[in-house]
């Protein structure tokens, strides 16, 4: 098995009782983990597993693949999750009774300052999760228009002034300005609006977000769901960000990504296979609160396939 310290001081999991109640695990099922990660939330599925249940886990980062536990029932796909149903179809898995997925990056990574996740060490402008991919947030500076640049900044960070910030950076960028996390933030200073801290977080989770794709690969992820999980099976999402909670409970809630047209001339056939079981996310206790930061932001939804 995963040692618990090992897990922990790669990626402390939120929101960890609660995500493993909400998939109600029987001891023969098959799971899977679409963010393996340390292996923290993967771990206490194998503990309420019995031998004849399977652990799925996926996990774009090379990195992961060393926490992996020494364990028969444990498939590990070094794969995005973004292709769950084909990786099941090639394993021979054409359902499984749950799908946990812990979005974001893992306190690895940001750990980790030659990732360039984190403005806390410098390192090269990287961010990329899956290393085999060729876009770093690097080049995304470097090539991209400044109205590409103010799409990703107001976005998916939020950014403020992400007009201003846009235009400087494409009128003012040099090679020198992008090589590194350090040599960035000197560059765009100037631009900085309250609290540097939380303005750079806001930028580089901009940054982030576009190298690696991860509202598609959220969107691609979420159509799969109903396809692969069994009837009484159930989905738990764990989202850190505004717009990945809102596309979860909208599809959660529709069955599907694009909302169907209010046409009073329009006979829809489609139901939804999936059943809300949270009407409102689940966030931490104030316990885990003050054990771990990276859970302010957590929100836990569950949905349950149904028997149409």
Do not use: W
């Amino acid at each position: 098995m995963i040692s618990p310290q090992k897990a922990y001081d790669y990626h402390l999991p939120v929101l960890y009782q609660e995500t493993l109640e909400a998939l109600q695990i029987r001891p023969d099922g098959i799971y899977v983990d679409c963010t393996f990660g340390g292996g923290g939330h993967s771990k206490g599925i194998l503990e309420k597993l019995g031998p004849k249940g399977r652990l799925i886990a996926f996990d774009q980062d090379s990195d992961a693949k060393a926490n992996l536990p020494e364990d028969s029932r444990v498939l590990f796909i070094p794969q995005n999750f973004r292709y769950m149903k084909r990786f099941l179809r090639l394993n021979n898995v054409p359902a499984v009774d749950g799908i946990l997925a812990d979005l974001g990056v893992s306190s690895h990574q940001f750990d980790v300052g030659e990732r360039g996740f984190s403005t806390r060490f410098d390192g090269p402008l990287d961010m990329r999760m899956d290393q085999r991919n060729t876009i770093t947030a690097r080049q995304i500076l470097e090539s991209s228009t400044e109205q590409e640049l103010l799409s990703i900044f107001s976005q998916y960070g939020e950014v403020s002034n992400s007009k201003t910030l846009a235009k400087y950076i494409v009128a003012n960028r040099t090679a020198g300005h992008l090589k590194t996390v350090q040599a960035f933030k000197d560059f765009v200073h100037p631009m900085v609006k309250g609290n540097p801290n939380k303005y750079f977080a806001q930028v580089f989770q901009a940054l982030r977000i576009q190298v690696n794709e991860e509202l598609l690969s959220l969107q691609e992820l979420l159509e799969q769901v109903p396809q692969v999980l069994e009837t009484g099976g159930r989905a738990a999402i764990i989202t850190f960000h505004s717009l990945e909670d809102r596309m979860v409970k909208n599809f959660f809630k529709n069955g599907r990504l694009d909302p169907e047209e209010d046409n009073p001339f329009l006979n829809s056939t489609f139901k939804n296979p999936l059943k809300v079981i949270t009407r409102k996310p689940i966030t931490a206790q104030a316990k885990e609160l003050k054990e771990n930061k990276r859970s302010r932001s957590a929100k836990l939804r569950i949905a349950e396939k149904t028997d149409l």
